[in-house]
């Protein structure tokens, strides 16, 4: 990427004072996959300026660039008013510094005719095209954060009424706009918006449709969690069966059948079956419905499982036999889950015990550059999920634990149990079970750390 130079100064958008800035201007995707995340979420040529608090995105040319796209797009701020040939020097100046990095037999028609953006909002509309996302699906998002906005700001008062007048229009993509602006308001914990954003968010679980659904759900995953954590070791079919037929409604059925997939198998469906047939008549209609709803959801969460772990398998061929395993990695990480480091760390165990050195080595080098991306890239908190995780054994993990227990915080705990409820809902209970006994052993750790 290229930049000014660290001790350039530029004019303040808002006091017009000089400021000193480190400006990104070449956004070269190939080059470094993060520019684009972060700069469709505004988190790049960012200022402070000392003298009247500003903080923002500096007004600067831009030219971007994303060869899987076959995208040049060039951008020059209009408040900057730049003569002609000046806008024409520094961004020719650009995009000869790009193409000199892309060797002749790669470069394209696209890199000889770049498309030029009159607006920020248009280059982030042209990127976001780029990958599929039409301007129906912009404006839709536009709507629903118009409609966030009038809600955030309306009186506890006329909240309900809104909120039923645009019940159709508050999904799950409304409820996705909505957690992203709850998470940027808690940068700022001095301000009263998060507090407000949670009365809104209380509000739509009780009055909206798809809110109500959604409580629904949550609470149901909640009383089948602590259902299944009250029996713990002693949980056997027997025991299963009757949860599922005291089960109070469907979200409560297919929660339990979520959170525990291995117990829901062909002997239980035998020992269901069976109270099925001792039934009365009234008794058995209600049975069979929920004996049909564990099916469907068994299916469906198999489906989604072997899904992933297909998605899984093609990602780790894929870096597997990578020429630039860093860059790779990089690109793909959005596609790096539980799932992948479990079937990595399957095929090193493999590996190991056929004495398949070359592949051994391979492996645990893909091991090795995918931790220290996701040490870099995640919060803290599942910075330690994913470390504990990869971890070949318990007692590796315990010690790590134990390490780092200066660490250790609710913040984190809180995190670690999300995590484990997570891996259960997503039928991976090996890892949700020992992630578990990793959040015991934390929670121990930290208690006697208070003690120390």
């Known amino acids: 990427m290229s930049t000014i130079a660290p001790g350039t100064s530029i004019s303040c958008p808002r006091c017009h004072q000089s400021v000193p800035a480190k400006l990104e201007q070449l956004l070269d995707v190939g080059a470094e996959p993060q520019i684009k995340q972060r700069l469709l979420s505004g988190k790049i040529n960012i200022v402070e300026c000392p003298l009247c608090s500003f903080r923002g995105m500096a007004t600067a040319p831009l030219v971007y660039h994303d060869p899987d796209k076959e995208l040049l797009l060039t951008f020059t701020p209009m408040e900057l008013n730049l003569p002609l040939p000046e806008k024409e020097r520094l961004l020719g100046a650009l995009t000869r510094t790009l193409l000199g990095r892309i060797p002749a037999e790669e470069r394209k028609g696209y890199l000889l005719q770049p498309k030029e953006m009159f607006s920020m909002e248009g280059l982030i509309n042209a ?34 009424a809104l909120i039923k007048e645009n019940d159709e229009k508050i ?100 020992l269901l079956t069976e109270q099925i047939e001792k039934s009365t ?87 090795g550059v995918i931790m220290k991306n996701l040490h870099e890239n995640a919060p803290p908190a599942i910075r330690l999920v994913n470390e504990l995780l990869a971890l070949e054994t318990d007692e590796e993990a315990q010690t790590m634990i134990r390490q780092r227990a200066t660490e250790l915080n609710d913040e984190i705990l809180g995190e670690m149990k999300r995590a484990t409820e997570q891996l259960r809902a997503g039928g991976q209970n090996e890892l949700a079970v020992r992630l578990e006994g990793y959040c015991t052993l934390a929670q121990q750790e930290m208690t006697a750390a208070k003690w120390r």
């Open 281 to 367: 008549a009234a008794e058995r209609k209600r049975l069979e419905t929920k004996r049909t709803l564990v099916l469907e959801t068994v299916q469906k969460l198999d489906a989604a499982a072997d899904d992933r772990a297909k998605a899984a398998a093609a990602v780790l061929q894929t870096l597997l036999h990578a020429e630039d395993l860093t860059a790779s990695v990089k690109e793909l990480l959005p596609s790096i889950d539980e799932t992948l480091l479990m079937l990595l760390q399957q095929n090193i165990d493999a590996a190991r015990k056929e004495r398949n050195d070359v592949a051994l080595n391979r492996m645990e080098e893909l091991r």
């Open 171 to 270: 999904d799950a993509l409304f409820f996705q706009l909505l957690a992203a602006l709850k998470t940027q308001s808690h940068d700022h914990q001095e301000s009263p918006v998060p507090n407000e954003l949670e009365k809104l968010e209380h509000q739509l679980l009780n009055h909206s449709t798809f809110g109500r659904e959604t409580r629904l759900r949550v609470e149901a995953l909640q009383t089948a969690a602590t259902e299944l954590e009250a029996l713990g070791k002693e949980l056997t079919r027997e025991k299963f069966v009757q949860l599922i037929v005291n089960a109070s409604d469907d979200h409560h059925v297919t929660s339990l059948i979520t959170l525990a997939r291995p117990a829901a198998d062909y002997e239980f469906f035998i």
């Open 127 to 160: 990127i976001l095209e780029g990958d599929g996302i039409t301007p129906e699906i912009i404006e839709q998002q536009r709507n629903k954060t118009k409609l966030l906005q009038l809600l955030a700001t309306a009186t506890e008062k006329d909240l309900p």
